[in-house]
């Protein structure tokens, strides 16, 4: 099972980076994979810690992914990093052990203090589709156009009928995202 998560991290010297991450739970470890080269993985790496957030507030994926970070962050509790300010929860990791991967290396992270912020208070049909656009937008150069665009077509059908405002700003963080990237690829086929 993959969870939906809000990873921030902090680079040697202090930089903040706000991604959004779906981790395992494995022998009660939480599992970061990240593709090689990024950000997220160069962090960890360095610092041996980060900090998982736990929000319903879909904005932060999709600002995250439309590189509009705007997150009000604050220190850490335990570990060298920061959070969210504004999340429901956060969990705060070391380091355990480093699987390597060509692609995909696994780092297994133990949870060593950990925080109930909010009460959540449900979900929300438009939240899921938002986060699987944003997924869709952070691969648009691994998958083809088509699936990207049908697979939009159908989310739209939650955001439609069950999105509030939040969601909406969102999905037109994502949408515009999308639509600018292949305008783009249409520009330079045409070059």
């Not at 040697?12 to 997220?40: R, W």
């Not at 969601?167 to 330079?188: N, R």
Request: aromatic fraction near 6%; hydrophobic fraction near 45%; charged fraction near 20%.
């Amino acid at each position: 099972m993959i969870y939906e998560t809000i990873i921030t991290t902090v680079d040697p010297a202090g930089n903040p980076h706000i991604t959004p991450f779906g981790v395992q739970k494995k022998d009660g470890l939480i599992v970061i994979s990240p593709f090689k080269p990024s950000t997220t993985l160069s962090n960890i790496l360095a610092t041996e810690c980060a900090v998982m957030n736990l929000t319903d507030d879909v904005r932060v994926f999709a600002a995250a992914i439309v590189k509009a970070q705007t997150q009000v962050i604050v220190p850490a509790s335990v570990v060298n990093g920061v959070r969210l300010a504004d999340t429901l929860a956060h969990q705060e990791l070391r380091l355990e052990q480093v699987v390597e991967d060509v692609e995909r290396p696994q780092l297994w992270m133990r949870v060593v203090h950990q925080v109930t912020h909010q009460p959540f208070a449900g979900f929300n049909r438009a939240q899921a589709a938002v986060i699987e656009l944003a997924v869709l937008a952070s691969r648009l150069n691994r998958l083809p156009q088509e699936k990207v665009l049908s697979e939009r077509a159908y989310l739209q059908i939650a955001i439609d009928k069950t999105a509030g405002e939040r969601e909406l700003q969102a999905w037109q963080w994502l949408v515009e995202k999308i639509d600018g990237y292949y305008a783009e690829q249409s520009g330079f086929n045409q070059a």
